[in-house]
């Protein structure tokens, strides 16, 4: 039984940083491409960062420089490390698993994951 379940949102003034966690169980994540996708009020579920199995990471371009996607593998568990949070940045954040490696055109794609936790909130005033 797959299952992701995020946590570490939380309200942080602009400026400051939070790391969200995202615990895997069910199958290894280290072998499949996992992602980070965030959805704000009224918009469109867009995809944050992304790391594949080899750990090769790509980020999203609001979000390069101030984010960190990255995993550890003991733990079976996701992390994204935002710093320098502004407003904009507020938004239910969730992780998502595709379980084969990420695929260059679609990975910050929401259809492109098979798998996805219930997310954890993020707001920044």
């Known amino acids: 039984h797959v299952q992701l379940v995020e946590s570490g949102g939380g309200s942080v003034p602009a400026g400051g940083s939070l790391t969200l966690s995202c615990a895997v169980s069910?199958?290894?994540?280290?072998?499949?491409?996992m992602g980070w996708f965030r959805q704000a009020p009224g918009k469109e579920r867009e995809g944050v960062a992304a790391?594949?199995?080899?750990?090769?990471?790509m980020h999203t371009d609001s979000v390069k420089g101030r984010f960190i996607i990255s995993r550890d593998n003991a733990k079976n568990t996701l992390y994204l490390q935002m710093n320098k949070l502004y407003p904009e940045d507020t938004a239910m954040y969730y992780c998502?698993?595709?379980?084969?490696?990420?695929?260059?055109?679609?990975?910050?794609?929401?259809?492109?994951?098979?798998?996805w936790g219930q997310g954890t909130q993020v707001t920044v005033s």
């Open positions: 998502a698993a595709h379980v084969f490696p990420c695929p260059e055109i679609t990975v910050m794609k929401e259809g492109t994951y098979r798998y």
């Open positions: 790391i594949d199995s080899d750990g090769r990471t």
């Open positions: 069910g199958f290894t994540s280290s072998t499949y491409c």
